[in-house]
């Protein structure tokens, strides 16, 4: 679980970032959510975005998401567009949260 202070250091580092994953008319697959398990492992930090002919809405999407991607923290919402979070498996964390 985040903390306020560590979603605020996250919002800001997310800043720059592109959405990397479009969530679609299928809404959140089993596909979808493999691919994002594997990306998050190198990005960490990513935006999605849910393009106007998805079925779902965003809170939908976010719990769709946390249930089929174990150890994903939704950071932020903003408009149609998502941030999560998942410190890598792989390899040390490119992102030193603050300490609560």
Do not use: C
Not at 44 to 52: P, Y
Request: net charge neutral; aromatic share 4%.
């Amino acid at each position: 679980m985040l903390t306020p202070k560590q979603r605020q250091f996250l919002k800001a580092e997310a800043h720059h970032l592109k959405p990397v994953v479009h969530i679609g008319k299928a809404g959140v697959t089993d596909a979808l959510a493999a691919e994002l398990d594997q990306m998050l492992d190198s990005l960490e930090l990513m935006k999605i975005k849910l393009n106007q002919n998805t079925s779902e809405d965003e809170e939908a999407a976010v719990e769709a998401l946390k249930s089929r991607v174990t150890g994903l923290e939704h950071v932020w919402t903003i408009g149609h567009t998502i941030l999560v979070f998942r410190p890598s498996r792989t390899k040390p964390t490119g992102y030193a949260l603050p300490n609560p």
